[in-house]
């Protein structure tokens, strides 16, 4: 196919659009100024700035063990609900589990944060912020599961219980191999659902317990300075390396056998 | 006692009977086909026999047990897939010895079974390879030595060879018959493949619409079809409407619309005014113009109207005086000398009063 000069403009506009931001905030992290307006020189001083600002560290801390946490449980969770999908057809499961993908995210932070409050009579803070962010990632780890499970011919399962292998036996041995791809590409995506999630935490936090999002729109209410920039390269860098850690992963976590 | 017999099995489908009041015995050793269209029922036996689908009434007996409350993992009964089903996530050796792991072999026990069960099929230099490395007929190889390598008392085939190409279903269907030999094992093969399950079996199950119309061995069944379904089914055959004029223990005297009479071989229970179709092979009919032809005692003028030349043999397909038609076969065992007889020729055609059958109604 032939590729007019138009085409490749309308490519370079659209990465321009999608990655000179970025650009921006990276490079104006190393400023050596307190505004983001002109470039004065390079520096590392935002970066001590951030190791040594006490609130920050609390909150990435908080953001990593929730993202953690709600991650690994999404990710049982979801999977569970993607094979129980696959296997019995289950509608109304699959829209419940689905749900929480499409709803309005501030819905669902306002309806958490009622349940929360009124019906669990739950002090808000981690544990709440854990349950929300594990019932917005489970419909997604639950899709790319189940995705993977339409993939395989169905009779493998049977030829493994024909050959001896007990229902558990079958999920150890066959199932589990064959949709660890899809297991933890949905665990990654809930991982990073969770860390740069800000309204629904924002709704469901309550007051005391602040997350990295959180703490960085508190930051920029006052100005936006130099160490916010900071911390969102670090946070892309983050991201960055797990993008390439599941791109580079061994064949067999990829599906590529 | 039979080593498999399947009693009275029914299994419904909501409205649909997949497979209706079944019985059959299967003896030790033997190479037994369900043969029949998609849709009668044979793969719903399979699947029964390996214990993913229980029968709604009746018993398959095992030995003489009750398999009714056995899952598939507890039954010595290994099923190759159409699909082969290959674990894609390991090794040829890893894929055959799985059976092994279950059973929980020692170390030395499934190194020792798994050499032999790769050299039956030929594939031991294959070992390390991963399924999708495999050409079709080597994959095949894999999923037999994966059903064989625990020593099953069944192996179930469903339409193994339906996935690959006609030369190498050949090749893979004599591998087949050396196989079933070598092993000793039952196998219960399935296919719509008729020519396949003849070639293969040492008896067969015609299956239509979840009954069995026929069980007999490939040659009885192929000469003596006991319905106008099964031979229609198997082979090509040629089905004459008939009316029994003469019945005795040697003969049938028969009457075809439009033709005439005719003598058949005799056929206990066919009594006069009878109604039926009288069935034959292409290769009993014999065509000519006089001499050999006219001796026979059933002879009919005709016209070619068909000349289908198949390297092997030349089929002729002749219009009958009362319009229907009939195919002859004849082979081409002289070298270039296959149109005998053109497209528009007047033509006798006949066949031996012992050849044919007559099926009621």
Not at chain 2, 11 to 32: K, M, P, Q, T, W
Not at chain 2, 136 to 148: E, S, T, W
Request: glycine share 8%; aromatic share 8%; proline share 5%.
């Amino acid at each position: 196919m032939r590729r007019g000069p138009w085409l490749w403009a309308a490519a370079l506009a659209v990465y321009a659009f999608l990655y000179v931001p970025l650009a921006i905030v990276v490079v104006y992290s190393f400023n050596d100024s307190r505004l983001n307006a002109e470039w004065v020189g390079f520096t590392w001083h935002w970066y001590d700035v951030l190791l040594h600002d006490e609130d920050m560290l609390a909150a990435a801390g908080n953001s990593l063990f929730i993202a953690l946490v709600s991650s690994l449980s999404a990710t049982a969770l979801g999977t569970m609900a993607g094979m129980a999908m696959h296997r019995y057809g289950m509608r109304v499961l699959a829209f419940m589990v689905l749900t929480p993908v499409a709803m309005p995210e501030i819905l669902l932070g306002v309806s958490l944060l009622l349940f929360f409050i009124q019906v669990l009579n739950l002090t808000l803070g981690m544990i709440s912020i854990m349950i929300a962010h594990i019932t917005f990632s489970i419909g997604f780890v639950a899709v790319i599961v189940r995705a993977r499970l339409a993939g395989i011919d169905e009779s493998i399962f049977e030829a493994a219980r024909d050959l001896g292998a007990s229902p558990w036996e079958t999920f150890r041995y066959i199932t589990f191999p064959l949709i660890l791809p899809g297991v933890i590409a949905g665990g990654l995506m809930a991982f990073t659902l969770s860390i740069d999630d800000f309204v629904i935490t924002f709704f469901t936090a309550g007051v005391g317990v602040a997350t990295l999002p959180l703490r960085i729109y508190s930051m920029i209410k006052i100005a936006v300075t130099p160490e916010v920039n900071a911390v969102s390269t670090l946070l892309l860098l983050t991201l960055t390396m797990i993008v390439l850690a599941s791109r580079f992963a061994p064949d067999v976590l990829r599906g590529k056998t | 006692m039979p080593l498999l017999e399947i009693r009275n099995v029914t299994r419904r489908f909501g409205d649909f009977v997949a497979v209706d009041n079944i019985s059959l015995s299967i003896e030790s050793g033997e190479f037994f086909t369900l043969l029949g269209p998609s849709g009668c029922g044979k793969t719903t036996i399979l699947r029964m026999i390996a214990g993913f689908d229980l029968p709604d009434a009746g018993q398959i007996l095992l030995d003489g047990q009750d398999l009714a409350g056995t899952p598939p993992e507890k039954r010595p009964v290994r099923t190759v897939f159409q699909s082969y089903a290959l674990f894609p996530h390991m090794t040829v050796a890893q894929n055959v010895a799985f059976p092994l792991k279950m059973a929980r072999c020692s170390a030395d026990e499934t190194r020792q079974r798994l050499g032999e069960a790769l050299e039956q099929v030929h594939l031991t230099d294959k070992a390390p390879a991963y399924p999708h490395e495999l050409s079709g007929g080597q994959k095949q190889r894999v999923a037999l030595a994966r059903g064989l390598v625990n020593r099953p008392s069944i192996l179930l085939l469903d339409e193994p060879l339906g996935a690959l190409d006609a030369k190498l279903r050949e090749e893979m269907q004599i591998e087949l018959i050396n196989l079933q030999r070598d092993v000793g094992v039952t196998f219960i093969f399935v296919t719509h493949a008729q020519v396949e399950a003849l070639a293969l079996s040492h008896r067969i199950a015609v299956m239509r619409e979840g009954r069995v119309e026929q069980v007999d061995e490939p040659a009885r069944l192929y000469a003596f079809p006991k319905s106008r379904f099964v031979a229609d089914f198997i082979g090509h055959i040629n089905l004459l409407d008939a009316q029994v004029l003469e019945a005795t223990h040697g003969h049938l005297r028969l009457t075809i619309a439009g033709l005439g009479e005719m003598i058949a071989p005799p056929l206990a229970g066919a009594a006069p005014g009878g109604k039926g179709t009288f069935a034959i092979r292409p290769e009993q009919v014999r065509i000519g113009i006089h001499g050999e032809v006219t001796e026979l005692k059933n002879h009919f003028p005709g016209e070619v109207t068909h000349f289908l030349y198949r390297g092997d043999v030349t089929v002729y397909k002749v219009r009958l005086a009362n319009g229907m038609m009939i195919e002859a076969l004849l082979p081409n065992s002289a070298p270039g000398g296959a149109e005998l007889f053109k497209v528009g020729d007047p033509v006798r055609v006949g066949w031996r009063h012992d050849a044919g059958v007559f099926l009621h109604e």
